[in-house]
């Protein structure tokens, strides 16, 4: 079977929570081959490493079909040490346990556990605490391919939206119109996600939620603006998003540099802040040639810095009085991760978050020029050393705008020619409406999915100038966006109020 990798590190990361343990690897086996291979090494995706059984202390354990305990892992001579050395983890406990198909009773693959939190060896009660988290591991990979694998983690992402709502509508009428009910989601979210262990089985449905549901309301967002709203704002916004794209890579090297963290880290901090998140951070990564640790540490970065901006930014732009046009720009242009931009617009007014999808997405479209731009100064500028497959041009392209960037560019033309204004005449219902209410509890309950899925604990890996650098980054983004927009009276161009 195949088994998506995003899943794969949710289900390690939720092991390890329950095992309280420092990380936890899950080799699944390759029937081609006859190797056990590392699917995931929690946040750290190290596809090369392929052990034969029965070598290896998880080899044994699959060899022989038993757990292996070992207390003290330098001292057993089937541990390989080759694994620490590329990780640069230290490597003191092992519990190792088989992983059964629950359908054909096979192995599919071990459970490796490593490093009590307390710093004792593993026992007898953590070998059958161990058994009950495998049981979990095995039935969620075994459903993972069934679309009912989604409902659990969908159920529970729209009880966290509908709860987050009804507080929301709950409040006085004056501190309800000071907040929004997306905050109030995510507040929720987070909580659950970070003070309680969720099960294995609403993994796959969250995931769900923070991908596709998320891009289905983005694109039919769509929908409420025309093509000619599209152009202008995007248009508008173009020389801005050039100047805090440029901001961005000046200070984050500048400050690298100066705090001694590694060039290409500084790289991708720069290009998630700048341009898309995550996504540009994946994107670069192998172009430059970045190291695992660098990736995470950059994603890890992007994802805290892009919550705080959820709850922070809403109210600055309150306390400071900007309009709805001068926010859909800020946030549409300060803010790191798509997700995290609708998030933070949506919270301030409906207004602003079509502005700033808007703004957004033509930050996600110029992914297509940075991204070679990038490359070429690793070629002239850092000694040739670029890495990563060659991958033909079109592809980059491919993956440089995302499908959603399309379907919601089609949804406004679609808008633009007054197709939904016709439907809603012929059958007498409103469409617009009812698409903007679909619209609505889609981003709600994706939002809802992301705040599940936020790991708060991720961050305890990342060094103190990495945080420096990332976050002086941010700011200088964040604030030089809103300086220019405020001295250059762009807010006023976009004719929004």
């Given at each position: 079977m195949n088994y998506e990798k995003s899943l794969l590190d949710r289900i390690m990361v939720t092991a390890v929570k329950k095992m309280r343990c420092e990380k936890g690897t899950l080799f699944l086996y390759d029937e081609k081959t006859k190797e056990l291979w590392t699917a995931v090494i929690q946040h750290e995706f190290i596809n090369d490493i392929r052990v034969?059984?029965?070598?290896?202390l998880a080899g044994y354990s699959f060899w022989k079909g038993e757990v292996v305990s070992v207390p003290d892992a330098y001292a057993d001579t089937r541990f390989n040490k080759e694994i620490d050395k590329q990780t640069g983890f230290v490597t003191r406990s092992v519990l190792c346990m088989p992983v059964t198909d629950k359908t054909t009773g096979k192995s599919i693959g071990v459970a490796q556990m490593l490093n009590k939190l307390?710093?004792?060896?593993?026992?007898?009660?953590?070998?059958?605490?161990?058994?009950?988290?495998?049981?979990?591991?095995?039935?969620?990979?075994?459903?993972?391919?069934?679309?009912?694998?989604?409902?659990?983690?969908?159920?529970?992402?729209?009880?966290?939206?509908?709860?987050?709502?009804?507080?929301?509508?709950?409040?006085p009428g004056g501190l309800k119109s000071s907040f929004s009910t997306v905050l109030f989601v995510i507040a929720l979210g987070v909580f659950l996600g970070n003070v309680f262990i969720l099960r294995m089985s609403f993994l796959p449905g969250i995931r769900f939620c923070m991908r596709q549901l998320l891009r289905f309301g983005i694109v039919i967002m769509g929908a409420d603006i025309t093509f000619s709203s599209?152009?202008?704002?995007?248009?508008?916004?173009?020389?801005?998003?050039?100047?805090?794209?440029?901001?961005?890579?000046?200070?984050?090297?500048?400050?690298?540099?100066?705090?001694?963290?590694?060039?290409?880290?500084?790289?991708?901090?720069?290009?998630?802040?700048?341009?898309?998140?995550?996504?540009?951070?994946?994107?670069?990564?192998?172009?430059?040639?970045?190291?695992d640790e660098d990736l995470s540490f950059a994603i890890a970065m992007n994802t805290l810095l892009g919550t705080i901006a959820v709850f922070l930014l809403p109210l600055l732009g309150h306390y400071f009085g900007l309009s709805n046009a001068v926010f859909g720009l800020w946030s549409g242009t300060a803010v790191n991760d798509t997700a995290q931009v609708v998030a933070t617009s949506q919270a301030f007014s409906p207004v602003s978050g079509d502005i700033a999808t808007i703004?957004?997405?033509?930050?996600?479209?110029?992914?297509?020029?940075?991204?070679?731009?990038?490359?070429?100064?690793?070629?002239?500028?850092?000694?040739?050393?670029?890495?990563?497959?060659?991958?033909?041009?079109?592809?980059?392209?491919?993956?440089?705008?995302?499908?959603?960037?399309?379907?919601?560019?089609?949804?406004?033309?679609?808008?633009?020619?007054?197709?939904?204004?016709?439907?809603?005449?012929?059958?007498?219902?409103?469409?617009?409406?009812?698409?903007?209410?679909?619209?609505?509890?889609?981003?709600?309950?994706?939002?809802?999915?992301?705040?599940?899925?936020?790991?708060?604990?991720?961050?305890?890996?990342?060094?103190?100038?990495?945080?420096?650098?990332?976050?002086?980054?941010?700011?200088?983004c964040a604030a030089g966006s809103l300086f220019l927009i405020t001295e250059f009276g762009l807010g006023n161009l976009l004719g929004v109020k």
């Open positions: 034969e059984p029965p070598q290896g307390d710093g004792t060896p593993f026992n007898g009660d953590d070998e059958k605490h161990l058994k009950m988290v495998v049981t979990e591991i095995s039935e969620t990979l075994g459903k993972s391919e069934s679309w009912t694998s989604l409902i659990p983690g969908i159920i529970l992402a729209t009880i966290v939206a509908a709860s987050g709502w009804f507080v929301h509508e709950s409040l599209v152009l202008h704002i995007g248009g508008t916004s173009l020389l801005l998003i050039c100047a805090v794209i440029t901001t961005a890579f000046i200070v984050a090297h500048a400050l690298g540099r100066l705090f001694g963290i590694p060039l290409r880290l500084a790289t991708l901090i720069a290009g998630g802040t700048a341009i898309c998140g995550g996504s540009a951070i994946a994107a670069l990564t192998p172009v430059i040639k970045a190291s703004i957004k997405l033509t930050r996600n479209a110029l992914m297509v020029l940075i991204i070679p731009l990038v490359a070429f100064a690793y070629i002239n500028y850092v000694g040739g050393q670029v890495g990563g497959k060659h991958v033909p041009l079109l592809a980059r392209v491919r993956q440089s705008i995302p499908v959603f960037v399309l379907g919601f560019l089609a949804m406004a033309s679609l808008n633009s020619i007054g197709l939904f204004s016709w439907i809603s005449a012929i059958s007498g219902t409103n469409i617009s409406g009812l698409i903007s209410e679909v619209t609505t509890w889609s981003i709600l309950i994706s939002l809802a999915g992301i705040a599940l899925g936020t790991d708060l604990l991720k961050m305890k890996k990342v060094g103190a100038n990495t945080i420096l650098v990332a976050c002086a980054t941010f700011i200088a």
